[in-house]
């Protein structure tokens, strides 16, 4: 896959980062959140150093895409609990058995 060089910016430390070509905006906005967490953990009173800050980010986000995949694993259950009631239900009204003969 193409890559070119993207310039990001965290915390006020400039990074050239390769990124496939289409997915800059992405990085971008991956990069932005990052910079926010890390300038939001760095006021915390209780962290002081800036590997704890990273170390702290990092186990936040680490929790907060463990949670995500949680919760998208609970959604594509109901949603195959769902599509089984439909087909199952659909089954039933086009079954033979069920058609009147008037």
Known sequence: ????????????????????????????????ELSNRLIKAGTSKT???????????????????????QLLKVEQQENQNKIALLQSTIEQAISPKNRKIA
């Open 1 to 32: 896959m193409a890559q070119r060089t993207v310039e990001i910016n965290i915390v006020d430390r400039k990074l050239k980062i390769a990124c496939p070509i289409g997915q800059e905006t992405a990085l971008l906005s991956a990069a932005q």
């Open 47 to 69: 962290i002081s150093t800036p590997e704890q800050t990273l170390l702290m980010t990092a186990l936040n986000l680490a929790n907060d895409l463990l949670q995500t995949q």
